[in-house]
């Protein structure tokens, strides 16, 4: 404190711009590494989950993999927007339907295309794998189930259906509603239907525990099908006064029902009862598409804000949110607000500073290439600034490294050390492998240490 109180007014400028351009770089590269930036391109359709806790999101024509936060891939493949996305039981291939009508088939270890599935004439909205992987059921918009032996690309059975929503019990049998608004269960084991349970039109969820179903039409209808009757109804609407429920499901359990609703909010309802046990809200007035639950009994939800979220849907926590890129807004503020303070008081340390004048003027050259560097990041560096990131890291580094080894050029490292950082950044931020980047990354903070000590002793 006593060193703060009698220092020059040069010195305390020197160590605030200092403080603000460390702790900056280091919330960056915090940031990149703990996958705090990854966001999805747009609108989630699908999340599924297998038994490593592997995440896959679906997000325009792109799959997205995460491990907690981080993005650990990106599967590119679809030429178009993919609606449903699903694990095989074993985990080790990822089904995802497109609008572009075709189903693909992932590899989960190597991250490459396995088989692509044509057989639709308009786009899927849900594919899912039968219990032993054997199948791949797909639903589309030309009103077709094709159930394939996906291993050999071929079709082994088409259904006609109204719904493209279908649901798979433990017994590998198939619920779906036919074109005549009949509730069919069909077995996957013989290919073959087991029954016809009555007159029913809209979207049918087995309950994992029970020999129940839910169809949800107009309202939610539960339908034994032991007996083939029905136990009751639940118009969520009714009860609630809520917008539409866009989707369902059943908790593990079997006891509740998780019920997205068109406007953002999850509700969780006692089917039994008839009883609202709480209210998720999170997701800003958009849809809540899809559900999915981890081995911690959480529920994931995918929805159109570009988010998954994790809840502990038994206290209504949220736990985690996911591929939002919420960091990198923050990110922009802090930035955008230490730019502002940085050259405010350079500015100022340029008027006040009579002893050393050139102190300042170096401390100013710093904050200039820093704010047009920050300001490149935030406008271009997604279109434009890329593809020149990695030749420009090694160039700049290079360059800093034969600066500081000559007297009368050593003042240019003040430009390309933070040249370097800024596109080390860059590449952090948009580049699946960023393991290259840690070298350079690291001789850059190296220079900018030995920058700052000579700044601060001016």
Request: some cysteine.
């Amino acid at each position: 404190m006593r060193y703060f109180m009698t220092t020059s007014v040069n010195d305390k400028i020197s160590l605030f711009l200092t403080s603000i351009i460390i702790l900056t770089i280091g919330y960056m590269f915090y940031a990149s590494i703990t996958g705090q930036f990854e966001k999805h391109k747009s609108w989630v359709y699908s999340v599924d989950i297998n038994k490593q806790d592997i995440v896959v999101s679906a997000s325009e024509n792109e799959l997205l993999l995460w491990n907690k936060r981080k993005c650990t891939d990106r599967l590119v493949g679809h030429t178009d927007a993919i609606k449903t996305v699903a694990f095989s039981h074993s985990g080790q291939q990822i089904a995802s339907g497109s609008i572009d009508k075709s189903i693909k088939v992932w590899s989960s270890s190597d991250k490459k295309t396995i088989n692509t599935l044509n057989g639709h004439s308009k786009g899927v909205n849900k594919v899912e794998f039968s219990n032993a992987d054997k199948y791949i059921i797909s639903a589309g918009y030309d009103d077709k189930m094709l159930i394939w032996d996906w291993t050999n690309n071929k079709v082994v059975k088409e259904l006609n259906i109204k719904h493209t929503n279908f649901s798979i019990n433990n017994q590998d049998v198939l619920a779906y509603i036919d074109s005549s608004c009949s509730l069919i269960l069909f077995d996957l084991k013989s290919l073959s239907v087991i029954k016809v349970v009555g007159h029913f039109c809209g979207s049918p969820v087995f309950n994992p525990q029970k020999n129940i179903i839910a169809i949800k039409d107009s309202v939610f209808t539960f339908i034994d099908l032991n007996s083939n009757s029905v136990l009751s109804t639940l118009d969520i609407k009714k009860e609630n006064s809520v917008c539409e429920v866009s989707t369902f499901k059943f908790t593990p359990d079997g006891q509740y029902l998780v019920a997205g609703i068109w406007g953002g909010d999850i509700e969780i309802w006692d089917w039994q009862k008839k009883l609202l046990i709480r209210t998720l809200q999170g997701h800003n007035l958009s849809s809540v598409d899809d559900f999915s639950f981890n081995s911690k009994n959480q529920l994931i939800s995918a929805s159109g804000d570009r988010s998954l979220r994790f809840w502990n849907w038994n206290t209504g926590d949220l736990h985690m949110i996911v591929g939002d890129g919420l960091f990198k807004a923050k990110l922009n503020g802090l930035l955008s607000i230490s730019i502002l303070l940085t050259l405010i008081a350079g500015f100022w340390a340029l008027t006040k500073n009579t002893d050393n004048k050139l102190s300042s003027y170096i401390l100013l050259s710093i904050l200039s290439c820093w704010s047009l560097g920050i300001g490149l990041v935030v406008y271009f560096y997604k279109s434009t600034l890329t593809k020149y990131a990695t030749p420009i890291i090694w160039t700049t580094t290079v360059l800093s490294g034969l600066f500081f080894f000559s007297v009368w050029l050593s003042w240019l490292a003040l430009f390309t050390v933070p040249i370097s950082l800024l596109f080390c950044y860059i590449k952090m931020t948009t580049s699946n492998d960023k393991t290259k980047i840690y070298f350079p990354l690291i001789i850059n903070l190296v220079f900018c240490g030995i920058l700052c000590s000579f700044v601060t002793s001016a």
